[in-house]
């Protein structure tokens, strides 16, 4: 067996046909997770399958019905990858959303309790104050996060870095206000980019903050195990045994930047090949703008071709 490290994507990653394109149709159709179908389906009141294949895509994007989609989807992947491999998972994270699904797979979270505490969260983030994100590229850490605090100054205006994915690409998140004018601010310091998402939701900002009670007591009735294998958080990279400290870490992650460049610097400092697991690439080009070289993705068409003849 190979050890490698194994991350999860977030949201942003889903997309129409994710199933079908992903080669794992046949796995969510099978009467071993025939289960899990239908608690995704009951949960979002719309059927699993039939959405991903089909859309609307409207209905795909919506956070409270993304997450439980792409936590299952990303589930599907991971056990794809472990039928056909013989891989050993010495290290789990996941971006945001993914760090559930690194939970799961690091056996501290089961799969159904996932499913229902990201429909969950989905739903609370909904019920939050709208907000808006925007991607900054070209322009160093520090410097966005001066004009966030800038901005900030004025208690209307929240805006902070929320996912520091990459030494020249960092995500900002707050009030709709706030957000436009930092990213007027980034480019006048000399941003190459300042590009709004298309969200209604501003995660990962203090907009957040006004549900983490909520979000905390639903997270008390849901058992949370010591990881079998270990996982790095969002919140400080770092890695966690104790269950009550990891619910904690989820709460705070709700409004707290995302430390993917430090991830990435404890997975490269392995020095182990990188697996995106998961419908997308968007974390292997990540992985490529913070130096982390020897990366591949489950969404890859060839993937599983490359990675038998990569890891013995």
């Not at 997270?219 to 958080?233: A, Q």
């Not at 697991?277 to 591949?296: H, M, Q, R, T």
Request: proline share 4%.
């Amino acid at each position: 067996m190979s050890s490698v490290a194994i991350v999860f994507p977030g949201q942003g990653s889903q997309h129409l046909n994710m199933l079908s394109q992903g080669a794992i149709l046949d796995i969510a159709k099978s009467s071993e997770y025939s289960h899990l179908v239908e608690l995704c389906s009951d949960l979002v009141s719309l059927d699993f399958i039939d959405l991903v294949e089909n859309g609307p895509e409207d209905s795909l994007n919506k956070t409270s019905i993304t997450q439980p989609i792409l936590l299952l989807t990303s589930f599907f992947h991971y056990q794809n990858l472990l039928n056909q491999t013989s891989v050993d998972p010495v290290i789990f994270a996941g971006h945001s959303l993914g760090e559930y699904s690194a939970l799961i797979a690091a056996n501290s979270l089961e799969i159904e309790d996932g499913l229902k505490l990201v429909r969950k969260r989905g739903l609370l983030m909904e019920e939050a104050p709208s907000g808006s994100m925007a991607a900054i590229l070209g322009l160093d850490f520090l410097s966005i996060e001066e004009i966030c605090e800038q901005v900030s100054i004025d208690q209307s205006m929240q805006v902070q870095c929320a996912n520091l994915n990459s030494p020249s690409q960092t995500v900002i998140s707050g009030s709709i206000e706030a957000v436009a004018k930092a990213q007027e601010l980034c480019l006048e310091a000399g941003a190459k980019r300042a590009i709004t998402l298309k969200v209604s939701i501003a995660s990962h900002s203090p907009l957040m903050e006004s549900i983490q009670d909520e979000y905390h007591a639903f997270l008390s009735t849901i058992e949370l195990k010591v990881p079998n294998v270990s996982v790095l958080h969002n919140v400080n990279n770092s890695i966690c045994a104790i269950p009550d400290e990891i619910k904690n870490l989820l709460v705070q992650q709700l409004y707290s930047p995302v430390q993917w460049v430090n991830i990435c610097k404890e997975i490269s400092a392995l020095c182990l090949p990188a697996i995106e697991c998961g419908p997308s690439k968007v974390l292997g080009g990540l992985f490529k703008a913070n130096g982390v070289n020897d990366y591949f993705s489950t969404a890859d068409s060839n993937f599983y071709e490359k990675i038998l003849t990569h890891v013995k």
